[in-house]
């Protein structure tokens, strides 16, 4: 049976899934139309199903139903069903694994929301968490969504996921800026809240069981390896995993290999060292629109290798890779030679440059992304100005 023919035997199965007011009573509706699920996971790739279930989400289908599914009916059916669960906990038994990682700090981030849904003052105290929610959500977006599109074929997380996290962690975020906060906006947090605890479950029983079932060794090095780049966040701090000490990157060109350049010739070497010398941060998109390159060392704006080889559209929110798209686009076809924006990360601010790379005869070569951290342009006028206000009170 096709993916699509198996994906909507699917959505029509859950769907008619009673609503989650009587368990015993669903539990037993749930048994009486298991027939019409058939044999789905025998067919399947247990990994194709864990990423149909989370497109039903994204097509609308009641969070609820989807949980008596994974939990009851499909149970009942065929217990292999939860062979991804078996799998996602087997590694969160490892020490310091990717997912033992990532899982503990769903545990820490449920505990604190429980916390919060008690009173108005735990509510507030949450403020100083939204960063740490972010880092979160970042490591899910920047290493596992586009691992599991690019890599394995499953695009539910890229596609639905990494949207609807920036979608919560927004709507949580401005919440937490309001200065009126009474009863109306204790509901509102509540609602802000349950849905975070959706994303958890949705993550817990969806997402890191297709991840624990499709992901090899290697993917889960290189991830390890790129995490390094991400602060600790909610309480869990990084500790040594073995296997992921032992990835290897790709092998460096000789060192002493001329690299002949218009203005002169440097060996690769040098000229490694000098680009991950520039306090700057650099991205070339070729002209397939593929990440190619980026400069190594610290980065605001995360650049995890697993992106190298890859459409720059798959490694960006799938609302964020269509403007990416659209801005390519007009490269190309020459009707835009760069787009500069000034953005805020973690409160500081940054200057990013796209421009169009074209040789002698105007061809279209690809893309440089320039990323330029102004703190100090922002410390030095701020500086500039006071003495300004100093002289004029004299």
Request: charged share 25%; proline share 4%.
């Given at each position: 049976?096709?993916?699509?023919?198996?994906?909507?035997?699917?959505?029509?199965?859950?769907?008619?899934?009673?609503?989650?007011?009587?368990?015993?009573?669903?539990?037993?509706?749930?048994?009486?139309?298991?027939?019409?699920?058939?044999?789905?996971?025998?067919?399947?790739?247990?990994?194709?199903?864990?990423?149909?279930?989370?497109?039903?989400?994204?097509?609308?289908?009641?969070?609820?139903?989807?949980?008596?599914?994974?939990?009851?009916?499909?149970?009942?059916?065929?217990?292999?069903?939860?062979?991804?669960?078996?799998?996602?906990?087997?590694?969160?038994?490892?020490?310091?694994?990717?997912?033992?990682?990532?899982?503990?700090?769903?545990?820490?981030?449920?505990?604190?929301?429980?916390?919060?849904?008690?009173?108005?003052?735990?509510?507030?105290?949450?403020?100083?968490?939204?960063?740490?929610?972010?880092?979160?959500?970042?490591?899910?977006?920047?290493?596992?969504?586009?691992?599991?599109?690019?890599?394995?074929?499953?695009?539910?997380?890229?596609?639905?996921?990494?949207?609807?996290?920036i979608e919560l962690r927004t709507h949580y975020s401005g919440l937490m800026r309001q200065s009126r906060q009474d009863e109306l906006w204790d509901k509102h947090m509540d609602e802000a809240l349950h849905s975070i605890q959706d994303m958890l479950w949705i993550e817990n029983s969806l997402l890191y069981p297709l991840c624990?079932?499709?992901?090899?060794?290697?993917?889960?090095?290189?991830?390890?390896?790129?995490?390094?780049?991400?602060?600790?966040?909610?309480?869990?701090?990084?500790?040594?995993?073995?296997?992921?000490?032992?990835?290897?990157?790709?092998?460096?060109?000789?060192?002493?290999?001329?690299?002949?350049?218009?203005?002169?010739?440097?060996?690769?070497?040098?000229?490694?060292?000098?680009?991950?010398?520039?306090?700057?941060?650099?991205?070339?998109?070729?002209?397939?629109?593929?990440?190619?390159?980026?400069?190594?060392?610290?980065?605001?704006?995360?650049?995890?290798?697993?992106?190298?080889?890859?459409?720059?559209?798959?490694?960006?929110?799938?609302?964020?890779?269509?403007?990416?798209?659209?801005?390519?686009?007009?490269?190309?076809?020459?009707?835009?030679?760069?787009?500069?924006?000034?953005?805020?990360?973690?409160?500081?601010?940054?200057?990013?440059?796209?421009?169009?790379?074209?040789?002698?005869?105007?061809?279209?070569?690809?893309?440089?992304?320039?990323?330029?951290?102004?703190?100090?342009?922002?410390?030095?006028?701020?500086?500039?100005?006071?003495?300004?206000?100093?002289?004029?009170?004299?």
């Amino acid at each position: 049976m096709e993916n699509k023919l198996l994906f909507e035997e699917l959505k029509n199965f859950v769907n008619q899934l009673p609503c989650a007011q009587d368990p015993y009573g669903q539990k037993a509706e749930a048994l009486e139309i298991k027939s019409n699920y058939g044999t789905y996971g025998k067919d399947q790739n247990y990994g194709r199903l864990y990423n149909d279930l989370i497109e039903l989400a994204k097509t609308g289908t009641p969070l609820e139903k989807i949980r008596i599914f994974t939990e009851d009916c499909a149970l009942n059916c065929n217990e292999d069903i939860h062979s991804g669960q078996k799998a996602f906990e087997d590694l969160c038994r490892v020490s310091a694994h990717p997912l033992q990682v990532l899982e503990a700090e769903n545990k820490e981030l449920e505990a604190m929301i429980e916390k919060a849904l008690s009173s108005h003052e735990e509510k507030e105290a949450l403020k100083d968490t939204i960063w740490q929610v972010s880092v979160h959500d970042m490591k899910k977006g920047d290493l596992l969504y586009p691992t599991l599109k690019v890599r394995h074929g499953f695009p539910a997380g890229h596609d639905y996921l990494w949207d609807s996290d920036i979608e919560l962690r927004t709507h949580y975020s401005g919440l937490m800026r309001q200065s009126r906060q009474d009863e109306l906006w204790d509901k509102h947090m509540d609602e802000a809240l349950h849905s975070i605890q959706d994303m958890l479950w949705i993550e817990n029983s969806l997402l890191y069981p297709l991840c624990a079932l499709a992901f090899s060794e290697a993917d889960w090095q290189e991830i390890y390896q790129n995490a390094k780049d991400y602060p600790a966040c909610l309480n869990v701090e990084p500790v040594v995993w073995d296997k992921g000490e032992e990835f290897q990157k790709a092998p460096l060109p000789d060192p002493c290999q001329k690299v002949v350049l218009g203005g002169g010739t440097l060996t690769a070497a040098q000229l490694n060292v000098m680009l991950n010398s520039l306090p700057i941060e650099l991205t070339f998109v070729d002209v397939n629109n593929q990440n190619a390159y980026f400069n190594e060392g610290h980065k605001a704006f995360k650049r995890p290798t697993i992106a190298l080889g890859h459409e720059v559209f798959e490694c960006h929110p799938a609302k964020v890779g269509a403007m990416v798209k659209g801005m390519l686009e007009d490269f190309k076809s020459g009707k835009k030679d760069s787009v500069h924006i000034w953005m805020n990360k973690q409160d500081k601010p940054y200057y990013v440059t796209y421009m169009a790379l074209r040789d002698t005869d105007g061809t279209y070569m690809g893309t440089l992304e320039i990323v330029q951290p102004m703190e100090f342009a922002k410390e030095h006028f701020a500086a500039s100005n006071e003495v300004k206000k100093q002289i004029k009170g004299w």
